[in-house]
């Protein structure tokens, strides 16, 4: 069956450096997501992607953060420059037209 | 501000037990409602609820939305220790039959104890 993957499983960096989480959708997916959470809270919503450009995006989703679909499989998150706060298991999620959303195994990011 | 709330929060069953899990919602411009069970760590997809008083079912669970009162269950029978899991229920908002985000509850979490 197909699934969401990414890339790395964990990622430990330090405050203020640049991280990019990578994920694979599902191959005949049009819709992309990532979502985010801490530790012991609820999931929260990032940004979603569409058409390759953003079409919604949270209060979390701040200039630190960006969005790409370099290619016609990766779809990648990239925070510019890392705070503590940022350290959260980050899940991309994707779905096609009438489906639900299918979530990746999430990436631990640890800033340190 | 949109709002899910699920109860209760945690549960605990013996093996053979029926649990109904539920999930409440005040959200503006309601899509679906979609139900996950999340283990270790990603949310794995259960059911998505568009239209009121339909049951999907899957093996021993089982879910039905009530867009009226604005409320969704989930139904396990004979649960089994593979059952135990956080729960989470997440509604989907946005105006148009797209790339809509999902707004998730805190969960449900249930233990089964053999």
């Known amino acids: 069956e197909p699934e969401v993957t990414q890339t790395p499983s964990h990622q430990v960096t330090q405050m203020g450096q640049e991280v990019i989480l990578r994920c694979v959708p599902i191959?005949?997916?049009?819709?992309f997501y990532w979502y985010r959470q801490i530790l012991g809270q609820k999931v929260e919503f990032l940004v979603s992607?569409?058409?390759?450009?953003?079409?919604?995006k949270s209060e979390i989703f701040d200039d630190q953060f960006s969005v790409e679909r370099p290619d016609g499989s990766n779809f990648t998150l990239k925070i510019r420059s890392t705070k503590l706060e940022d350290s959260a298991m980050y899940f991309c999620?994707?779905?096609?037209?009438?489906?639900?959303?299918?979530f990746g195994p999430g990436t631990r990011l640890t800033v340190t | 501000e949109d709002k899910v709330v699920q109860s209760p929060l945690s549960l605990v069953v013996h093996e053979g037990d029926t649990v109904t899990l539920n999930c409440s919602y005040e959200?503006?411009?309601?899509?679906?409602l979609l139900w996950y069970k999340q283990e270790k760590k990603a949310p794995t997809f259960l059911f998505m609820l568009?239209?009121?008083?339909i049951e999907k079912k899957s093996g021993r669970l089982s879910s039905i939305l009530d867009k009226k009162e604005l409320f969704s269950i989930l139904n396990i029978t004979a649960t089994q220790t593979g059952d135990s899991a956080i729960y989470l229920c997440?509604?989907?908002?946005?105006?148009?039959?797209?790339?809509?985000?999902?707004?998730f509850g805190t969960g449900t979490r249930l233990t089964v104890i053999p």
């Open positions: 999620a994707s779905r096609d037209l009438a489906g639900g959303q299918y």
């Open positions: 568009t239209s009121s008083g």
């Open positions: 959200v503006t411009n309601f899509r679906s």
């Open positions: 992607f569409y058409n390759n450009e953003i079409s919604e």
């Open positions: 191959s005949n997916h049009l819709y």
């Open positions: 997440a509604v989907e908002v946005g105006w148009w039959t797209g790339a809509n985000n999902l707004f």
